[in-house]
């Protein structure tokens, strides 16, 4: 019975189907550029002006007539968002000048609060990625997102000017080349990419490789060293880069 009660404690404390949940990798702009056509997923750069921080937490109560605590019987308590209100400055897809007001949340909750979610301030101009929820209509940013401080995301920002400009950039193809043998990212290693024309580089002391201007259409990623995975195939008609692992035995 104690231990059943410490893992409805524990469940109350940190809501269970979120508190191991992680982010999926984020793909950079090159590779997912914004879709117009979604009125539920907004880009902008925006100005935060106000934080308002999660109200304070109301833990649930009992039934009348009922001994048992919430937490016994594992009642979890209510979300709890901070609120952000940011001013627009410029837009990318769907967010019209002006306020703009959004919720911080992330993929763990303690109490009903989110953890770990976008440390922004007053002041701060901030590239922000939101999805408006379905359910209750209100905007959503997260760690999880492309979020983040306007002087970190230069090379994003570039894209989305680029893009929001009708114009294009060159097209690029990076990653590491990973030994599964060692588990160590693999120097020295020819990476090739191949499709109506070939293109190549080799991976640095940390494995890492970049092949350049490369041109739109759809390719395959190899290594000249045996690969512990088929080769891959890279998409490059509608995205203008793209970033992976390469894995040899």
């Given at each position: 019975?104690?231990?059943?009660?410490?893992?409805?404690?524990?469940?109350?404390?940190?809501?269970?189907?979120?508190?191991?949940?992680?982010?999926?990798?984020?793909?950079?702009?090159?590779?997912?550029?914004?879709?117009?056509?979604?009125?539920?997923?907004?880009?902008?750069?925006?100005?935060?002006?106000?934080?308002?921080?999660?109200?304070?937490?109301?833990?649930?109560?009992?039934a009348?007539?009922?001994?048992?605590?919430?937490?016994?019987?594992?009642?979890?308590?209510?979300?709890?968002?901070?609120?952000?209100?940011?001013?627009?400055?410029?837009?990318?897809?769907?967010?019209?000048?002006?306020?703009f007001?959004?919720?911080?949340?992330?993929?763990?909750?303690?109490?009903?609060?989110?953890?770990?979610?976008?440390?922004?301030?007053?002041?701060?101009?901030?590239?922000?990625?939101?999805?408006?929820?379905?359910?209750?209509e209100?905007?959503?940013?997260?760690?999880?997102?492309?979020?983040?401080?306007?002087?970190?995301?230069?090379?994003?920002?570039?894209?989305?000017?680029?893009?929001?400009?009708?114009?294009?950039?060159?097209?690029?193809?990076?990653?590491?080349?990973?030994?599964?043998?060692?588990?160590?990212?693999?120097?020295?290693?020819?990476?090739?990419?191949?499709?109506?024309?070939?293109?190549?580089a080799?991976?640095?002391?940390q494995?890492?490789?970049?092949?350049?201007?490369?041109?739109?259409?759809?390719?395959?990623?190899?290594?000249?060293?045996?690969?512990?995975?088929?080769?891959?195939?890279?998409?490059?008609?509608?995205?203008?880069?793209?970033?992976?692992?390469?894995?040899?035995?």
């Open positions: 019975m104690r231990s059943k009660l410490l893992l409805l404690l524990f469940a109350f404390v940190v809501d269970a189907p979120f508190a191991f949940a992680l982010c999926a990798p984020k793909r950079p702009f090159c590779e997912a550029l914004p879709d117009r056509s979604n009125p539920n997923a907004a880009i902008f750069v925006g100005l935060v002006e106000e934080i308002v921080t999660a109200p304070a937490l109301v833990l649930p109560r009992a009348p007539g009922n001994s048992s605590s919430d937490v016994a019987q594992g009642r979890l308590p209510s979300r709890r968002y901070p609120v952000v209100r940011l001013q627009v400055q410029e837009t990318f897809s769907w967010a019209a000048s002006g306020d007001s959004m919720r911080l949340t992330s993929d763990v909750f303690v109490d009903g609060e989110p953890m770990h979610v976008p440390d922004m301030h007053p002041g701060e101009l901030w590239l922000v990625e939101a999805d408006r929820s379905p359910t209750d209100q905007w959503y940013t997260s760690s999880c997102q492309r979020s983040e401080r306007a002087s970190e995301a230069a090379n994003e920002l570039l894209v989305l000017r680029t893009w929001a400009a009708g114009k294009t950039l060159p097209a690029h193809f990076s990653g590491q080349v990973l030994a599964r043998s060692t588990s160590r990212y693999a120097p020295d290693v020819r990476v090739n990419l191949r499709g109506e024309k070939s293109f190549s080799v991976s640095d002391s494995g890492r490789f970049l092949i350049d201007n490369v041109l739109p259409g759809v390719y395959e990623a190899s290594t000249e060293a045996p690969m512990d995975t088929v080769p891959l195939q890279i998409d490059l008609t509608k995205s203008w880069c793209a970033e992976r692992t390469l894995f040899i035995k």
